[in-house]
């Protein structure tokens, strides 16, 4: 499955965004979804993951309670609705998947092996 992220943008401390992730290839109703981001001069962090159904999802505790991660299989997208935004959520956010995760997402996270181009998020203070 091939995958592209847009949606980014810069916003103020407080506002939201919401990401979207497109994919392509007949797969991608099989594939468990996640988004990562990455801060300049830090490792990659995990954000949240989409079982194939949408029916599990988990959340980094970072973003627990501030982020909302859905997807639409016959649209073939996922999206990733950020609010209350904070300054240390500035990265570069990328959607990844594999299908052969499942519902394990919470356990399985660094299996993602299909990875699109990341988007720029940028919160101000």
């Known amino acids: 499955v091939q995958l592209q992220a847009c949606g980014g943008g810069l916003v103020q401390a407080g506002g939201s965004l919401r990401l979207s992730c497109a994919a392509s290839g007949r797969t991608f109703s099989d594939n468990a979804v996640g988004w990562f981001r990455q801060a300049p001069g830090t490792e990659r962090e995990y954000v949240a993951a989409i079982s194939p159904s949408g029916g599990s999802i988990d959340y980094a505790d970072s973003v627990k309670g501030r982020f909302a991660i859905d997807r639409d299989n016959a649209k073939y997208m996922v999206y990733l609705q950020m609010n209350s935004l904070k300054p240390e959520d500035t990265a570069v956010y990328y959607c990844?998947?594999?299908?052969?995760?499942?519902?394990?997402?919470?356990?399985?996270?660094?299996?993602?092996?299909?990875w699109g181009q990341g988007t720029q998020v940028t919160v101000s203070s």
């Open positions: 990844a998947a594999d299908p052969t995760i499942g519902t394990l997402m919470k356990y399985l996270k660094f299996r993602f092996r299909s």
